[in-house]
């Protein structure tokens, strides 16, 4: 070998070695710049820093990008269009299929991050997500419980963007709700929830998984704020997954924070522990109360009158004629399906109630009910295009 070579060779590696070294250097200032809350700053490093990036850098810039986004649309929409959140994707596309390819497995969190990023900011690459896939399946076992669980939701979460990104993720879906039972020893209360919301909301109704994470999610509700029992009741109400030790629990707690309950929250409770048949007692009582008292825009409103509607002579059937009025005025709020689905509970409560329970002087519906009905006569046909088959049966039916 001559001199000129060898010292080629080693000039090759010297550079290989301070790229090495940079990365580091370059995941420090992207944190450093985000942890300072100004998005365009953020921006420009990123921009400067992204021909120099390794697949760490990149997904660390993707996830600082899209924290600092959450729950303002504007910023998200435009990051979304943003080039250097579109050079971020090519990217870790162009990243990740190299790892794919068996140059070097991935580092799961960098999975996660990306993932996360995409569906916060509705971001869809079918190319990189269905890598991303891949990988996941390939390298389950190596996740750590929240990189899992950020990762499933995160695709769950992508179904409201894009169907086929959320679909693409079956067999991951499927591979996790093997996997998880086996470690669910691993996964704090927050894992639990988030996964078995994705998995309801990606329609994954897989009853291994959510029979197999019940106990111990159960075991770690006394921790759970209001938030985390309204999506685990949700999911399991969605699922259609009964697990009566599970629900008089969130039923428990649920009781013991009714006070700080948000609508949605509290509305989306009573909706899936009536789903269930679970909704009853002194949750049921106290929460027909609380929800009237509630600021109900339509979705929550539907939620509350189909859960009191399964209560035919207590406390739910008090609350149902109180929020009556609220529901003709909602009439057009209503999504079809929500519409259709209050008609039937509606109609469905009342004509189950006792004669002797009936409106006094003989009339077959309280005033509040007849004036529903009334107004609904004469807007449904308006509505009648918009509605699935399901849904005209059921309006067919109440009426």
């Not at 990988?135 to 179904?159: I, M, N, R, V």
């Not at 909706?271 to 269930?276: C, F, G, N, Q």
């Amino acid at each position: 070998m001559s001199q000129s070579t060898g010292r080629n060779r080693g000039r090759a590696r010297g550079n290989k070695a301070a790229k090495r070294a940079a990365f580091p250097f370059i995941n420090s200032q992207i944190i450093a710049v985000a942890d300072r809350g100004n998005l365009d700053t953020l921006v420009s490093t990123v921009e400067h820093f992204l021909p120099e990036m390794n697949l760490v850098n990149m997904s660390t810039a993707m996830h600082r990008l899209a924290k600092l986004t959450a729950n303002n649309l504007r910023l998200q929409n435009s990051l979304a269009r943003n080039p250097v959140m579109q050079g971020l994707v090519e990217s870790a596309r162009l990243a990740l299929s190299k790892s794919e390819s068996g140059v070097a497995p991935p580092q799961c969190q960098a999975l996660s991050n990306i993932t996360w990023s995409m569906a916060t900011v509705q971001v869809v690459d079918m190319e990189l997500l269905n890598i991303i896939v891949r990988l996941s399946c390939t390298h389950l076992g190596s996740f750590k419980p929240f990189e899992l669980s950020a990762l499933l939701w995160a695709f769950a979460k992508l179904d409201s963007v894009d169907p086929a990104a959320c679909s693409c993720a079956e067999q991951l879906f499927i591979m996790a709700a093997e996997h998880i039972p086996t470690d669910v020893d691993k996964f704090s209360l927050r894992c639990l929830v988030m996964t078995v919301w994705a998995f309801a909301t990606a329609r994954q109704y897989h009853e291994r998984l959510f029979r197999g994470v019940a106990t111990p999610l159960l075991h770690m509700l006394y921790s759970a704020q209001c938030q985390d029992l309204a999506n685990a009741a949700w999911a399991y109400g969605t699922a259609g997954v009964r697990d009566d030790k599970l629900c008089a629990a969130i039923s428990v707690q649920a009781l013991r924070q009714l006070r700080d309950f948000k609508a949605q929250e509290l509305s989306s409770t009573m909706w899936a522990l009536a789903v269930l048949g679970c909704y009853r007692g002194e949750f049921l009582h106290a929460s027909a109360g609380a929800v009237q008292a509630m600021d109900l825009p339509a979705p929550q409103l539907a939620h509350a009158v189909c859960a009191l509607a399964t209560d035919i002579h207590g406390a739910g059937a008090a609350a149902m004629l109180s929020l009556m009025p609220r529901c003709t005025i909602a009439i057009d709020p209503f999504e079809p399906q929500e519409l259709a689905n209050v008609a039937a509970a509606i109609a469905k409560h009342f004509r189950n109630k006792q004669p002797e329970q009936q409106h006094a002087g003989g009339e077959l519906l309280p005033p509040q009910v007849a004036e529903f009905f009334s107004v609904l006569a004469r807007k449904a046909p308006d509505r009648l295009s918009t509605l699935s088959g399901h849904g005209l049966a059921q309006l067919a039916t109440a009426f």
